[in-house]
């Protein structure tokens, strides 16, 4: 297995699959090293960004890390609007649309159907489609090392505001996932 960057891995998956899910086109959903500019004024923006990880145990590769799911849009209302909520409710429905894949369940205890949906999307980013373009061709070599990763553990944590400091709006929901650089069988 070659050396690479977990949260990275991590970011990437999350940002995948929130894409798969209509969450945002590739370009209003951001993984946290992606340095594309970030256009708040048309639509809302989501970004993915992964904090510190520490070993779920000993010795095992396996990290512990905090999940951030940041939604972002600046209100740009016109004295003229005659309906000053609809930013709010393009911002309200973009972050509905970003929780609720984040909140899968399958056992009505526990997020696992959301793990394995972001496992699965994380496994078909190496792959070419057949017949692909430049840019399938180009993404697959980008995420090849997708192919060795997998989320153990998906918990929800804090959701609400967040600081606001370039936008007008924004919502930070959180997650605790538990992430390795192998492939798991029974994770997908």
């Not at 894409?19 to 370009?27: E, F, H, L, R, S």
């Not at 010795?59 to 005659?82: C, M, P, R, S, W």
């Not at 017949?131 to 090849?144: G, L, V």
Request: aromatic fraction near 10%; proline fraction near 6%.
């Amino acid at each position: 297995m070659d050396l690479t960057n977990l949260p990275s891995k991590l970011s990437r998956a999350i940002r995948f699959y929130l894409i798969q899910n209509g969450v945002g086109d590739p370009a209003h959903v951001f993984h946290m090293f992606d340095n594309r500019l970030r256009d708040l004024s048309v639509l809302p923006i989501t970004i993915v960004t992964v904090g510190k990880g520490d070993p779920d145990a000993p010795f095992t590769g396996d990290n512990q890390y905090t999940v951030f799911v940041t939604t972002k849009f600046i209100e740009l209302a016109q004295q003229t609007d005659t309906n000053s909520e609809s930013y709010r409710v393009t911002f309200d429905a973009a972050v509905g649309a970003a929780r609720m894949p984040l909140m899968q369940s399958d056992d009505n205890q526990t997020l696992k159907a959301t793990y394995k949906a972001i496992n699965a999307a994380a496994a078909m980013m190496p792959v070419t489609p057949p017949n692909p373009t430049a840019d399938q061709i180009q993404f697959a070599a980008n995420n090849a090392d997708m192919a060795d990763f997998t989320i153990m553990q998906w918990l929800e944590g804090y959701y609400g505001p967040g600081k606001a400091e370039d936008c007008s709006f924004e919502i930070v929901q959180v997650f605790q996932a538990i992430a390795c650089e192998q492939t798991i069988e029974g994770y997908t």
